[in-house]
């Protein structure tokens, strides 16, 4: 038991490092404003904590393999023509270019010019790479397609790119501390702190901004247009221009364009220059055409159409159409920034006001703190003195925590606070088994030294399981999660870690200073007034009841898989799409004129809720159907009548996930589930036999459908929250039934000759205090937040709270009963073997001249 000066020199460098590291976090900024830069880390705080926008964009793949079938089509004709091969047709079919040779001898000149306008993919410098084309030749008739390679490396390219435009754009627009980052293969996460409206930012960066400049066609006014002519809209609801199809001058030869006024009407205009090759082309056809209306126009809208009233040489225009002040500005910020190489879709989009951000912080630190606060009464309640050294390295590991988050730079989310104070219960869970098992040990009537090393190496092995399994769900849920589920997994996991270090480490170091420095001959680790939940020597026949308890948890989880199909889950957004806004109005929410309102909208039902108070309504559409941008233009209209319904509201939170994102978050979610059980069978077969893990498994399947069962009856979201509370579950109750298996494994060491049946009652009544307290204590962490967290963690304290119970209650009544019937069952089977082995062999024996006895 002596620890050596150096380790304990390490766990002060540790924790002192520690604090030093965790404490910017709580000091002014005026303090913080005179620290150097190495020394200031801090946790970065989520959108859902200071209020902001996040986006998820998605480049348009479709439309750029669209942009380079007509670029190749109209290259092959211009190619074959050079090549001297005579065409019949040159024509798109789907996603294909089908050529058609007027002489079929000609395929071969004709294969080696299309092959010419093919890119090279994939190099990356060590190779020839492989061709984007894929060319194939059938009787005269060439086919041109775009290879999957080849579609890949484009949407790549135009991802790295598009990247670097939507970086550019909102720095135009004056965006503090922007995230902007790749998402997966074709996906952009931007995340704006501070943006409390994002449609403005969502239509800069969903808009390509491709500029081009087009002379008008003479047209009648209604006639059809002829070939070469397109009827593009203006500004003005209504109006149209014929412009002429072939673009007169592209805008990528723009430098530069700046919002102004206009000298004579005083109207915003944007002013633009162009290159020297630009300020050339530009020249000329201003030259050539004074007189002639010419059409600017910015993603197939016709800007405006000033007629040249004499050549322009100076490479420099201007726009004027009815702008904005506000507008101006923006299209002047885009065409700065350059334009997309394909559209962009927003294909989620999530906002949290200041306001609420501000009180999600100031609801999680209480919560928490009162959670803190109700395990450290408790533990002193259980352990006296001894319990102060649980609470210090329950606070060690807070502060420990918040430390590896500012190293790590991770973002602290409303679901990661839930993570910390959730992982305050569960961190108990260690130090409440080394009391108890040193309790134990002192029984025994083992000195202090003694009862202390053997408390310590025995609880050991189960605190590594049973962290181990909670482990394993939390890095499942960062896998498949997003946004703050991930930060839940983050501080959960980092929790769990650091709680081996003080839970197990510190505390001994301390324990074993402290009887040492008392010279205590034995080790009495008591409850300060007496009183003791489970008293010493409870002997409950446990296994009496066990087909009561089995009989009502299959009864309980088979009415829950009914409420799971009538009335059903209450889906939130995550999982089915939709809308759904968190609005505050200044007078009473009048539910009846603002469902009136919203119903004229003709986007389909809009559900209304009143929650918290009178003034805040939860607005809820249906998914559109017209994919992501009907989502997008039923959110603007939901916007514009909620400020013609209730003026002076203001939308506190919106939510909007289109339903490519809910079908991959559904998916990813029943996925993490799912792998998650798979992963705790495994594990739970390694460490121990395979009765356990099918126990455990049987166990879980019946804890997790009663969890479902409760979502369905209390109508509680179940969304990407509820999947986090889930996973959480069956990590926490996978961790109840390996303490209980650990000591029936030792157990079964110990009594060889107990009949299965009382090994497991003795067994279930050692580890019931440990049980019952941490589940006391993990109840108490989170019950603060269950009942003031409001709506943005309920969906997953409450869960957790109802699932702690269940998940306690489980392992005494249904986990060792199954394994009982399944370690009867083996008995029996091996028992008619062995009786069935002698028949088997007597005859043999008779004949070899051996006894059977001996066979």
């Known amino acids: 038991m002596r620890t050596s000066r150096w380790l304990v020199a390490t766990y002060v460098a540790i924790i002192l490092f520690g604090v030093f590291t965790a404490l910017p976090n709580v000091l002014p900024q005026s303090v913080l404003d005179r620290l150097p830069a190495w020394a200031n880390h801090q946790v970065s705080l989520g959108l859902d904590l200071r209020g902001g926008s996040h986006l998820v964009l998605e480049v348009d793949s479709a439309a750029l393999v669209d942009e380079r079938l007509q670029t190749l089509s109209r290259d092959a004709r211009r190619t074959l023509r050079d090549a001297g091969v005579d065409t019949s047709s040159i024509r798109r079919q789907g996603d294909e270019i089908t050529i058609a040779l007027a002489n079929p001898a000609d395929a071969s000149r004709a294969n080696e010019a299309i092959r010419g306008l093919a890119n090279t993919v994939g190099s990356f410098g060590l190779g020839a790479g492989a061709s984007d084309l894929a060319i194939s030749d059938s009787g005269g008739t060439l086919t041109v397609r775009l290879t999957e390679q080849g579609i890949r490396d484009r949407i790549d390219a135009a991802v790295q790119q598009s990247l670097e435009i939507v970086r550019r754009r909102i720095d135009q627009v004056g965006v503090a501390e922007p995230t902007i980052q790749r998402v997966g293969a074709d996906r952009i996460l931007v995340q704006l702190p501070g943006v409390q409206d994002p449609e403005r930012i969502r239509e800069l960066l969903g808009s390509t901004a491709k500029m081009t400049f087009h002379m008008l066609a003479d047209v009648a006014i209604g006639a059809a247009p002829p070939p070469g002519v397109t009827v593009m809209d203006g500004t003005t609801p209504g109006e149209t221009y014929p412009v002429e199809t072939r673009a007169a001058l592209a ?324 999982f089915k799409g939709g809308i759904q806004m968190e609005v505050v109005t200044e007078q009473p929410a009048d539910l009846a004129a603002l469902r009136a309102g919203l119903g004229t909208l003709g986007i389909g039902e809009i559900a209304l809720q009143e929650f918290g108070n009178d003034h805040t309504v939860l607005v809820r559409a249906e998914r559109q159907a017209g994919g992501e941008a009907a989502q997008n233009t039923a959110v603007s209209e939901i916007r514009a009548k909620l400020a013609e319904v209730a003026p002076g509201s203001s939308i506190e939170r919106t939510e909007v996930v289109g339903p490519k994102v809910s079908g991959e978050l559904a998916t990813a979610g029943v996925l993490a589930v799912t792998l998650a059980s798979i992963a705790m069978l495994f594990y739970i077969w390694a460490r121990f036999e395979w009765p356990f893990a099918v126990g455990a498994i049987a166990t879980l399947i019946l804890d997790v459908t009663k969890t479902v069962g409760f979502f369905a009856l209390t109508g509680i979201d179940f969304n990407l929250t509820a999947i986090a509370a889930i996973l959480t579950l069956i990590g926490y109750s996978v961790n109840d039934k390996v303490v209980v298996y650990d000591r029936m494994r030792e157990n079964m060491r110990l009594y060889k000759q107990m009949s299965l049946r009382d090994m497991i009652d003795l067994s279930i009544n050692q580890t019931l205090a440990r049980s019952l307290y941490t589940s006391i204590t993990a109840f108490l962490a989170l019950l603060p937040m269950a009942i003031w967290g409001g709506s943005a963690v309920e969906s997953f304290a409450v869960p957790m709270v109802f699932g702690i119970v269940v998940a306690a209650s489980s392992s005494v009544f249904i986990a060792a009963p199954i394994l009982l019937f399944l370690g009867d069952w083996r008995t029996r089977r091996r028992a008619r073997i062995e009786a069935a082995a002698p028949a088997t062999t007597a005859p043999e024996a008779a004949a070899s001249g051996t006894p059977a006895k001996a066979a």
Not at 253 to 269: C, K, M, S, V, Y
Not at 360 to 372: H, W
């Open 251 to 574: 805008g990528d030869h723009l430098t530069d364009a700046r919002a102004g006024f206009d000298g004579q009407t005083n109207e915003p205009i944007v002013s633009f220059r162009f290159d020297s090759v630009g300020a050339r082309e530009f020249g000329d056809i201003t030259r050539a055409n004074v007189g002639r209306p010419f059409a600017i126009v910015l993603d197939d809208k016709v800007l405006s159409a000033p007629v040249i009233r004499e050549p322009i040489t100076g490479g420099s225009g201007q726009i004027s159409g009815n702008f904005t002040v506000q507008e101006a500005s923006d299209l002047a910020a885009l065409l700065r920034a350059g334009a997309l190489p394909a559209p962009l879709t927003v294909i989620e989009e999530r906002t949290v006001g200041a306001d609420l951000g501000a009180d999600a912080i100031e609801m999680g630190v209480a919560t928490g703190l009162i959670g803190f606060g109700l395990v450290f009464a408790f533990m002193i309640a259980l352990y006296g003195r001894w319990g102060l050294i649980a609470n210090f390295a329950l606070a060690l590991n807070v502060i420990l925590t918040f430390a590896a988050l500012s190293l790590l730079g991770a973002t602290l989310t409303l679901p990661g606070i839930a993570g910390i104070v959730l992982g305050i219960g569960l961190a108990v869970d260690a130090n409440v088994l080394i009391n108890e098992r040193i309790r134990e040990e002192s029984r025994k009537g083992l000195g202090a030294f003694a009862a202390l090393d053997a408390g310590f190496k025995r609880a050991f092995a189960t605190i590594v399981d049973s962290n181990v399994t909670a482990l394993i769900a939390t890095v499942l849920l960062f896998m498949f999660g997003t946004g703050p589920v991930r930060g839940f997994a983050i501080t959960m996991g980092l929790g769990i870690a650091i709680s081996m270090f003080t839970a197990v480490s510190v505390v001994r170091v301390i324990m074993t200073a402290l009887v040492r420095r008392f010279r205590l001959k034995v080790l009495r680790i008591e409850p300060p007034f007496g009183i003791k939940l489970i008293p010493d020597g409870t002997s409950i026949r446990f296994m009496r009841g066990r087909f009561i308890g089995i009989g009502v948890s299959i009864v309980l989880s088979l009415a829950s898989v009914g409420l799971f199909f009538y009335p059903g889950l209450n889906y939130g957004v995550d």
